[in-house]
């Protein structure tokens, strides 16, 4: 009985598993070969001869890795600050509040997800230069506080979603606007604004466009994406130590994800699409 319940469970789940080792495949062919040596990477033999756990210690003696994964994080962290910050108060509004020109309002910051960013990258970049701002990663970070369209339009789906009775009672109390948002709204709102945050952070962590057009020459005001495509360039033949760079530079964000997982994936689904 016992194995034919795991035969059954094994059949009901044969295309998860098969999912799930098609993507950790090439994981742990990074893994694997981030801990062989030089002459036996990209060979036919998978399995290390031997662990050479220096490579990751070389990754960081062969660049600026750890200057560059703190200028990420500071990146990504004062981004999707920024954008919680900006976002948050704008899918109220456009959720909750009923105003004239609310739907034509909405329908402009839907609109400007369909604009790709190389459109206005020049005109873009000049408004920067002339602010002497170029050079670093300010222009990547300041516009957040702008509000991120995709966000906004997230935050404000789930919002719609939460009955209005909430709010009409904290009015009944004496609540104002600001009270209301954030004694009343964002405390049930927590997994789509950890929905949000998460994706923001990732995207910033992940991007190489933005720090390549504005982070200059300078190693040292790199990104770990822009500092990791120069190190492949750099070390093309060894591919051990690609490897390694490759999975320092995805750990901290598969770590992030696990850990987070449960409310990311609650705010995404908890997020309908009335209205």
């Known amino acids: 009985m016992r194995l034919r319940r795991r035969l059954m469970w094994i059949a009901r789940h044969a295309l998860a598993i098969a999912l799930a080792l098609m993507f950790l495949g090439p994981i742990v062919l990074v893994a694997l070969t981030a801990l062989m ?12 001869e031997r662990w050479n756990w220096s490579n990751f210690a070389d990754v960081f003696t062969h660049s600026e890795l750890l200057t560059w994964t703190v200028n990420t994080f500071v990146y990504a962290s004062l981004a999707t600050l920024f954008m919680l910050v900006s976002s948050i108060p704008a ?32 005109p873009i970049y000049l408004v920067w230069a002339r602010l002497d701002l170029t050079d670093s990663l300010w222009p990547l970070i300041l516009p957040m506080l702008f509000g991120d369209a995709f966000s906004i339009f997230l935050l404000r789906q789930f919002l719609i979603t939460i009955p209005r009775e909430y709010t009409e009672a904290a009015t009944v109390d004496g609540c104002s606007d600001v009270q209301i948002l954030f004694r009343v709204i964002l405390p049930m709102a927590r997994p789509a604004v950890a929905a ?35 190190f492949k360039a750099f070390h093309s033949v060894q591919w051990n130590l690609t490897m ?32």
Not at 37 to 48: H, I, N, R, V
Not at 96 to 117: C, D, H, Q, Y
Not at 198 to 222: H, I, T
Not at 260 to 273: C, N, P, S
């Open 196 to 230: 949000v945050a998460l994706f923001s952070f990732f995207y910033c962590w992940n991007d190489y466009y933005g720090p390549l057009l504005y982070a200059g020459v300078d190693q040292e005001g790199w990104t770990l994406s822009l500092g990791l495509a120069t």
């Open 37 to 48: 040596t030089d002459e036996q990477a990209l060979t036919s033999t998978l399995w290390p």
């Open 91 to 122: 899918a109220y509004a456009l959720a909750r509040f009923r105003f004239r020109g609310r739907k034509t309002a909405f329908l402009v910051v839907i609109s400007t997800m369909m604009l790709p960013p190389q459109v206005v990258a020049v």
């Open 244 to 275: 390694a760079a490759t999975l320092l530079v995805t750990a901290p964000v598969i770590i992030v994800f696990l850990f987070a997982q449960r409310v990311f994936i609650e705010g995404v689904t908890l997020t309908g699409v009335k209205g």
